[in-house]
């Protein structure tokens, strides 16, 4: 267990960056990178940003987008990534008030962010405003209906978790159109080995029959180029 700093409703970065140290970990980012690969791959000439603890999953965009980057909530803390040394992508925010300009970002992959902001409109309508017309917003967060939100062993279990019809409300007021929505996490948050050596086998069944569990929603959405 990792000690959670869930009385502000924040994450701590340590707590993050070691919980994927973990085999369990190793696992959640695994297969939820396999949605990012597979919905973002061609980042090429673009700007991509990671909002919340997104770098386990940016590393993967840094030899063909234009520039890559992380913001970390103040709440939560920030680390220095890349990991390799240089010259470090990451900077600690308000979430709700992020130092860049108008329509400036291609992509923008929100991990751990959403679920525990005290404003959820107000970052979505941020994350809205630094978009690029047609930009588009990977969203992950945690499933209402799933073991992962039950238990407070990971950080898929602190927070507010979200059914998807609650995601795609969310997005509806804040003028995403969502393009694409999916689950990962079908196995259940436990570090047996025996159990993680299988969650090859039940991320492929859960993903074939649709089944409701999953620990975390993936919804993909665009940028709609008039407010209302």
């Known amino acids: 267990c990792y000690p ?5 409703m924040a994450l701590d970065v340590v707590d993050l960056r070691s919980f994927y140290a973990t085999p369990l970990g190793r696992v959640a980012r695994r297969f939820i990178g396999d949605i990012v690969a597979e919905r973002w791959n061609n980042v090429t000439g673009l700007s ?3 909002v919340g603890f997104a ?7 840094r030899e063909k987008a234009v520039r890559v980057i992380a913001f970390m909530p103040a709440e939560q803390g920030v ?8 010259i470090s992508s990451t900077a600690l925010v308000d979430c709700t008030m992020m130092p860049l300009p108008d329509a400036c970002i291609d992509r923008i992959l929100v991990v751990h962010a959403l679920e525990v902001s005290d404003s959820p409109h107000e970052m979505l309508a941020e994350i809205w405003r630094i978009l690029t017309p047609g930009g588009r917003m990977l969203l992950v967060a945690p499933n209402r209906r799933s073991v992962w939100a039950r ?3 990971t950080p898929f279990g602190q927070g507010q978790p979200y059914s998807r ?4 409300a969310l997005l509806r007021e804040a ?3 969502p393009i694409f929505e999916g689950s990962a996490l079908y196995v259940a948050p436990f570090r047996r080995p025996s159990l993680l050596r299988l969650a090859s086998a039940f991320e492929k069944i859960g993903e074939k029959l649709g089944l409701p569990g999953a620990g975390v929603h993936v ?10």
């Open 4 to 8: 959670w700093h869930t009385d502000a």
């Open 48 to 50: 991509v940003l990671g």
């Open 55 to 61: 770098t386990p999953w940016l590393d993967r965009f």
């Open 79 to 86: 680390v220095n990534w890349p990991v390799d040394g240089g």
């Open 151 to 153: 238990l407070d062993t």
């Open 165 to 168: 019809g609650q995601l795609r």
């Open 175 to 177: 003028q995403f159109s």
């Open 219 to 228: 919804i993909e959405a665009t940028k709609q180029v008039y407010r209302l």
